[in-house]
């Protein structure tokens, strides 16, 4: 039995570590997500000794061995193999992780727009489960949780210590029932609270016009996401052509997405340039990626742009306001982001499970790393209202404060009241609203001022050649 056992645990690391076959699979919304073949693990010189993977397989079946003799209850190989790739994986990042082959065929379903749940981007902090931010229009949304909320009870049972896919589990359950959360808060004492499972379904673009100002609204960003933010600009530009200035966008709580759709909506307002930098283990060459002339528009050209961000800003969110930043074409609102600069990449695996691998770390155009670093506001606004359908500023939790987090070293070549829960658009609780709509007002003036006065420059000199 233990050979048999060595034999099984070798060939699942050899599944990873020597190569697993192409295989195509859907996108999940809340990471970004490649495909593709896995390269031999490369040795890396270190000042610590390290062990052959003989000796790591015969240290793992000597232990699996004893456990499955001696523990307290019956244990199948199969569990104790998919615990051990779990707390390996996990313990590498916060983001790295072992799915078994129910989550992945969840994780499929999740990438096409709608699923069974709570609502809930969350992640595991110091052993407990910490809400990054909850989607709108959510069932976890409708019954007040926020980000930053620790859940330390699922139907009374305790979470801490518990991994994040047992923690996934008791969270889900069948459409229309309840799950009893007890959550923490800070400033606060624990208080339950019940929330009805419900169909999932990310409407991934709002809109609402103020004034001058087309308000958008992205929550995630899912396949069709640069697609919706095209009409809206079209629609506004027909139906306020005289009056439209200026386009605000709400990254608050937009836990990320698919990198590919953050990179096709910056190239939406971007004509050349780099959007964003990949850099890899394996590659020692920097991956550029540079906006495309064809799926740049024209349609925002005459059009001042701000970009509403805070703590639940996070991922493609991020590489889409560093982009626009970094090439002065918007300006950044708000709270400092969550800092995920890594893209994970999902290999699956010959018995239907997968493994989800941090596999490269990206960085804004100016070689900024976004890992643990986030992006910084060029303008602050705090949360000043903290009432209780408000995010408390104080409670946000960011890639940094992972004690495993991977560190982005920069590069040093240039390679040049919110929303409420029920989604609304709500100005007079909402004060980071509010003030950015008065700042973007401002720049427009400003812009609308400049222009005039060039043009009033240009007709005196025009006038003086004339004379």
Do not use: W
């Not at 996108?27 to 062990?51: H, R, Y």
């Not at 996990?90 to 799915?99: A, G, I, R, V, Y």
């Not at 509010?434 to 812009?447: C, E, F, M, V």
């Amino acid at each position: 039995m233990r050979s048999f056992y060595f034999f099984l645990f070798s060939l699942y690391l050899s599944l990873f570590l020597t190569g697993c076959e192409e295989k195509k699979v859907s996108e999940d919304p809340d990471v970004s997500v490649k495909i593709e073949k896995s390269e031999t693990a490369v040795k890396e010189k270190s000042s610590v000794k390290d062990i052959s993977l003989q000796e790591a397989a015969n240290y793992f079946a000597s232990v699996a061995t004893y456990a499955f003799a001696n523990y307290v209850e019956s244990v199948t190989y199969q569990k104790l193999l998919d615990g051990a790739l779990e707390g390996m994986l996990s313990h590498l990042d916060p983001h790295s992780s072992f799915l078994s082959a129910q989550e992945f065929e969840e994780l499929k379903e999740q990438s096409n727009g709608q699923y069974a749940g709570l609502g809930i981007e969350v992640t595991v902090e110091e052993g407990a489960l910490k809400i990054v931010a909850p989607l709108d229009d959510s069932p976890a949304a409708k019954a007040g949780l926020q980000a930053g909320d620790l859940i330390v009870r699922i139907d009374q049972k305790p979470t801490y210590n518990l991994s994040l896919s047992q923690m996934i589990d008791l969270l889900k359950g069948k459409l229309d029932t309840d799950v009893e959360l007890t959550v923490r808060r800070e400033g606060k004492e624990d208080f339950r609270v019940k929330v009805r499972r419900k169909l999932v379904q990310t409407a991934s673009v709002k809109s609402k016009f103020f004034d001058n100002i087309l308000f958008l609204r992205i929550s995630t960003f899912d396949s069709t996401t640069t697609s919706k933010v095209r009409q809206e600009i079209e629609k506004a530009k027909k139906e306020h052509a005289s009056s439209l200035q200026g386009i605000l966008i709400d990254l608050r709580n937009n836990a990320g997405g698919l990198f590919e759709e953050a990179v096709t909506l910056s190239n939406l307002f971007l004509r050349e340039g780099t959007i964003a930098s990949i850099r890899t283990r394996q590659s020692k060459e920097v991956q550029i990626i540079k906006a495309k002339e064809e799926s740049y528009t024209p349609l925002a050209d005459d059009l001042a742009i701000a970009i509403l961000i805070n703590g639940g800003t996070a991922s493609s969110s991020e590489i889409f306001a560093g982009a626009l930043q970094d090439h002065h074409r918007a300006i950044i609102l708000g709270t400092p982001s969550f800092g995920k600069g890594s893209i994970q990449t999902v290999v699956p695996l010959d018995n239907g499970s997968a493994i989800k691998l941090t596999m490269a770390l990206y960085y804004t155009p100016s070689g900024t790393s976004i890992q643990k670093n986030g992006i910084k506001p060029d303008i602050t606004i705090t949360q000043e209202y903290q009432i209780e359908e408000t995010h408390e500023e104080s409670l946000e939790l960011h890639e940094s404060d992972f004690e495993n987090a991977i560190s982005g070293s920069p590069i040093e070549e240039d390679s040049s009241k919110e929303m409420s829960s029920q989604g609304d658009i709500q100005t007079a609780t909402d004060y980071q609203l509010s003030r950015a709509l008065d700042i973007l007002q401002g720049i427009i003036h400003t812009k609308k001022h400049t222009k005039e006065k060039f043009n009033e420059i240009s007709k005196c000199k025009l006038a003086a050649q004339e004379a």
